[in-house]
């Protein structure tokens, strides 16, 4: 037994001395390894250190190889980069565009429609609504090129015929320097005017002139009044081309007569309002009065109607005026915010003298006041403060209103809907108002010079006889081409339906249709 056992602890020294030089040997050759891994790494490392550091230095050498050639080519060209659309701009030009439509179609329409005796109710849906579709068409052949391209300070020229040239990248200029919007845009909003304007005739002779008459006197006014006067007020070639004082000449030189005369027409005050009511006190007397005018009863129809018409009116009119800015900026708002207090202005205006000369307020008389608020501040809607927006809106309504009951009556002319009485008068109104509230003494914005990028010194006397410049040039143009024009149609193919298709209504005799059915 102790011999077994003597063997055994032997044995068992024998193993854990092996295990003790396997261990040592383990953890040598561990220790190598790792040794030799460490080496590796760091060899590496300082391999890939190096790589990167010459990767660097290749790099550095090859940008400044390489801007040389980039500052000579800034340096030789200083032009800034050309200016781009904004969406924002864009956007609301959309908008606006679509709100002077509905100004149109049905705005105007139910205003007017809703004026006349209910057998003529259709006649002047479809009048609007044709004419609204016949300009938009003449606009893009070549009204906008007539308007809105160089040619003399008169007429514009012809190189956009079919609106050539223009393009989707294609911009237009606004009023700010570098701030631009797409001209397709700009192209479809100015459509939008020249389609209302001929439409606003149609009221000076509704109930008896023939549809075809109507359509050719159109055609003739859009061709040799509109266009010539929207070149004329509104076409130069934007700030930008506005560098210095000589700059400023050859803009001068290349712009519209009236423009160049330093006229103010933020919206249309001369080229749509006084336009189209001139050319519908002629209309009015040259094709006659309504059959039993001042001896019957011709009241409107549809009061309903006209006061949902003149509510499509107002709202529609914030993208006529606003829009005119081209922007989306704080002058935008100013021109909404105008738009606004001067229309409520006039419409209490309005009835406030009706209900002091007749007794009763009306709702006539509340729409009409709109419509003449709307139109004084048209041409100033950009141009004036909040409290001059208030005191034109306040003072077109009597003026309008003596028109309409007084004036029209001793004159005898047959204005169907007050077209002049209301949109002539009142454009000339706003227009010469214009020169008045622009002055920044009376919260105006005053005129700004971009030659100094800053508002310019004012002068009211100066600024006044502008305004009367665009006001008579207005007065004459369209009175002799809607005169011309009118004497023209009525030699051949004549101006009025006869008087049995009078007495029937234009609905039946004209469209063989009716707007109602009992």
């Known amino acids: 037994k102790k011999f077994i056992a003597y063997e055994l602890v032997k044995l068992e020294r024998t193993l854990f001395n092996q295990r003790n030089k396997i ?6 050759t561990f220790a190598l390894i790792s040794f030799l891994c460490l080496n590796f790494l760091g060899m590496t490392s300082m391999s890939f250190a190096d790589e990167v550091t010459s990767a660097k230095a ?7 190889a390489d801007a040389a ?3 000579k080519l800034a340096e030789a060209n200083d032009e800034p980069p050309a200016p781009t659309p904004n969406k924002g701009d864009t956007a609301w030009m959309i908008v606006a565009t679509a709100l002077v439509t509905l100004m149109v179609i049905p705005g105007l329409a139910l205003f007017y429609g809703g004026l006349v005796r209910s057998k003529n109710m259709l006649s002047v849906l479809m009048q609007t609504f044709v004419v609204f579709s016949l300009m938009a068409v003449l606009w893009a052949i070549y009204g906008y090129s007539v308007a809105f391209t160089g040619g003399s300070p008169f007429f514009g020229g012809f190189s956009k015929l079919f609106l050539s040239g223009i393009t989707p990248d294609s911009v ?85 007569w009236l423009w160049a005369k330093g006229a103010l027409d933020f919206a249309g005050g001369t080229v749509v309002h006084i336009n189209a009511g001139i050319a519908a006190l002629v209309a009015a007397i040259m094709v006659g009065k309504r059959i039993g005018y001042g001896k019957e009863a011709m009241p409107p129809h549809s009061l309903t109607l006209t006061m949902v018409g003149a509510s499509l009116l107002w709202v529609g009119w914030f993208g006529f005026n606003a829009g005119s800015n081209l922007e989306a900026t704080g002058l935008a708002a100013l021109a909404f915010v105008n738009t606004m207090l001067a229309t409520a202005a006039a419409t209490l205006s309005w009835i406030a003298f009706e209900w ?32 001059g927006a208030l005191i034109i809106g306040a003072g077109v309504s009597p003026i309008c209103l003596f028109f309409v009951s007084k004036v029209k009556k001793a004159f005898g002319y047959d204005d169907t809907l007050d077209v002049f009485g209301v949109h002539g008068v009142g454009g000339i109104f706003g227009a010469i108002m214009t020169g008045v509230f622009v002055s920044p003494a009376l919260g105006g914005t005053g005129v700004y010079d971009y030659v100094a990028n800053k508002v310019g010194e004012f002068d009211m006397h100066t600024q006044v006889m502008s305004q009367l410049w665009a006001v008579g040039t207005a007065v004459v143009v369209s009175a002799t081409v809607s005169y011309v024009a009118l004497k023209l149609i009525d030699m051949t193919i004549g101006l009025r339906v006869k008087p049995d298709a009078e007495r029937e209504g234009l609905d039946i005799s004209e469209h063989g249709e009716q707007a109602y059915y009992k």
């Open 58 to 64: 290749s790099d550095a050498v090859t940008l400044v």
């Open 172 to 256: 237009g200029a606004t009023f700010s320097k570098g701030v631009v919007i797409p001209e397709f845009i700009f192209v479809a909003f100015q459509l939008t005017f020249a389609a209302i304007t001929p439409a606003l005739i149609i009221g000076a002779f509704a109930e008896r002139m023939k549809f075809s008459a109507i359509l050719l006197f159109l055609i003739i006014w859009f061709t040799f009044a509109y266009l010539p006067m929207a070149h004329m007020v509104w076409y130069w070639d934007g700030p930008d081309a506005i560098t210095d004082a000589k700059s400023l000449e050859t803009v001068i030189g290349n712009a519209g």
């Open 23 to 28: 261990m040592k040997k383990l953890l040598s």
């Open 356 to 387: 002091i000369l007749k007794s009763k307020p009306s709702m006539l008389g509340a729409a009409s006041g709109a419509v003449a608020g709307l139109v004084a501040i048209t041409p100033a809607c950009g141009f004036v403060g909040p409290i």
């Open 69 to 71: 050639p980039a500052e």
